[in-house]
């Protein structure tokens, strides 16, 4: 069975208070980061989730909800992103935000769009297909401050493999809302 448009509006929703929950974790990091270039990375990107954002609200209202609709994930992914956005440490910051979270974004976007059918929910695909490519770019990007400044590299690969392993056990991002009730007329 495909994916209902009810179902679509949330997931697009969750997909959304994601992006504004990332952009925002880049803006309260960027005056936190001593790093010019990290400062400098962060405060770049915190615009591409900021459109992504806006893409994914606009999308809401073909699907039946509000206009940029917001749906926070379930409570087990909400803790991933907070534990990341509590990371004090620079090179933390960096490859938990590109190496973890995105890298998990990419996998569930992928999931997604290899579920939904492309013709029916073909403005999704293509705001999708656009947040994949900004993620490659984003990294590209995130590759070059690494080459600029080596003392950034992570020296705790067991930390990223941890993060990344809690967002893994989260089958789930989105808490889907229950099923309107109907009124049996008779």
Avoid: C
């Amino acid at each position: 069975m495909g994916i209902s448009v009810r179902e679509r509006a949330d997931i697009i929703g969750t997909y959304r208070h994601v992006a504004v929950t990332l952009m925002e974790t880049l803006a309260r990091w960027v005056p936190t980061t001593p790093e010019l270039e990290v400062k400098t990375l962060f405060g770049r990107h915190i615009w591409d989730f900021a459109q992504h954002a806006d893409a994914l609200g606009r999308r809401a209202p073909d699907l039946r909800a509000a206009l940029h609709f917001d749906l926070p994930p379930t409570d087990a992914y909400r803790r991933v992103l907070e534990q990341l956005a509590a990371t004090r440490e620079t090179n933390r910051r960096v490859v938990g935000f590109y190496d973890a979270l995105i890298v998990d974004l990419e996998s569930r976007y992928r999931d997604y769009l290899s579920r939904t059918d492309p013709l029916l929910d073909e403005p999704t695909v293509r705001i999708l297909e656009r947040i994949l490519h900004d993620y490659t770019r984003l990294k590209s990007d995130r590759d070059a401050v690494q080459a600029e400044r080596p003392d950034l590299a992570l020296r705790d690969a067991d930390w990223l493999q941890q993060l990344r392993g809690v967002a893994a056990r989260v089958p789930e991002m989105t808490a889907f809302r229950p099923a309107p009730q109907t009124v049996d007329a008779g």
